[in-house]
């Protein structure tokens, strides 16, 4: 896998790269998705506080018929070969997939984020163990 923020405008980043999927996901195999989250004020590493924001252990299709498909699928629409689906998901296929400029929504996130440091951490089990790690920061927007 391989990232790189953009920067689009002063306060605006975008998402560019891609991950190589090596195998197919399927329905009843062992592929899980977790994601926990974390705050901190200062960004020092011994501030980091754990979120109830969180994405409990589940299988990795069950994760992209849920909240991708509900969240994140029509951002990835537009700037991805990501999978785009009506109804279910039953085979998650073996592929390259390529992000260009893509910039997450806030729909579906917390209404209200205090400013600070938040990292996301995504764990991937089962054929291939695989972790990400995103990091952001907010801050007040002055108009």
Known sequence: ???????LSRVER???GYCIL?????????????????R????SELDYQLLPYAV???HFLKFINGYYKDVVMKTFEKCSNMPIFQ????????????????????DGLP???????YRLITFIHGKAEVTIVVEVEISSKYY
Do not use: W
Request: net charge negative.
């Open 22 to 38: 090596n195998f197919d996901i399927e329905e009843g195999d062992d592929t899980e998705f977790q994601m926990i989250s974390y």
């Open 40 to 43: 901190s004020s200062t960004g």
């Open 87 to 106: 109804g279910k998901l039953t085979k998650f296929v073996k592929n390259k997939y390529e992000f260009e400029e893509c910039q997450i929504p806030v």
């Open 1 to 7: 896998m391989f990232a790189i923020t953009t920067r």
């Open 56 to 58: 409990p252990p589940t």
């Open 14 to 16: 975008a998402l560019s």
């Open 111 to 117: 209404n209200h984020m205090l400013p600070g440091y």
